[in-house]
């Protein structure tokens, strides 16, 4: 990677100008400029300065002062390391909690890591080689073998889906191909893109929430997200309560 050219194509990206991020960084307009142009080669401390004003990922700060130069700075430690121990509780417990509500944990690239029970009632009919620790959640949420075939509202859906996909492009790739077209919408957006998904108990309108390890040093940590569904209505509520009790 060319730290000089990424650092101006980023910075162009966020549309801010020289001059604020040199602010924001703690260094002049003219020493970004140099730095940018190649002709100043910025210290660690600066690399790490520049990359938290564009508000890098953990993963891609280390990737800046690799291209730098530098060691990296975060560590990455494995999801099953003996040290991880209290994390690993907490989101179980997190998981558990949220019954009789789905909820899952995937990684930065959609896999899953964990699921609770509850969680079944969304894949319900799905290809058992899309369900599973290790498969990828927004390939069974859009693949003709998923769950596709059941949500109501797969266009509106699908788009909410891809758009977090920004630099998974060869998965937004084969994903964009299952999702139709979405007609202009007549009525109000309301606040939140539901999930219609027919089930044996019935159609279920769910909302998602996403949390995430806000203070982690860790790459691991700050990779991880846990996506926690709601009932949008009461009939939802209700059938979820009925699942879990069956």
Not at 35 to 57: C, D, F, K
Not at 89 to 106: F, K, Q, S, T, W
Not at 158 to 163: A, E, K, P, Q, T
């Amino acid at each position: 990677m060319d730290f000089s050219r990424v650092l101006r194509e980023r910075r162009i990206e966020r549309r801010i100008s020289q001059l604020e991020m040199a602010s924001r960084a703690g260094t002049t307009q003219r020493h970004l400029s140099f730095i940018e142009s190649g002709r100043s080669v910025p210290g660690r401390g600066m690399v790490l300065r520049l990359a938290e004003t564009l508000n890098l990922s953990l993963r891609e700060r280390n990737e800046w002062l690799l291209a730098a130069g530098y060691a990296p700075a975060y560590p990455q430690t494995p999801l099953d390391d003996a040290a991880l121990a209290p994390v690993r509780a907490a989101l179980g417990h997190v998981l558990d909690g949220h019954r009789p509500y789905p909820a899952l944990i995937v990684d930065r690239t959609g896999a899953m890591i964990g699921a609770n029970d509850a969680f079944d009632v969304i894949t319900q009919g799905a290809s058992a080689d899309l369900i599973g620790p290790g498969r990828n959640m927004y390939r069974l949420a859009l693949h003709p073998d998923g769950i596709a075939p059941r949500i109501r509202n797969l266009a509106e859906w699908g788009r909410h889906i891809l758009g977090r996909l920004d630099r998974a492009e060869e998965l937004r790739d084969e994903l964009r191909g299952y999702v139709p077209e979405l007609e202009p919408s007549s009525g109000r957006l309301g606040f939140a893109v539901p999930l219609h998904l027919d089930s044996t108990f019935g159609r279920l309108r769910l909302m998602t929430t996403v949390m995430t390890f806000a203070t982690a040093t860790d790459i691991t940590l700050t990779e991880l997200k846990l996506e926690a569904f709601l009932p949008a209505d009461s009939f939802t509520a209700e059938a979820l309560h009925v699942a879990a009790a069956g």
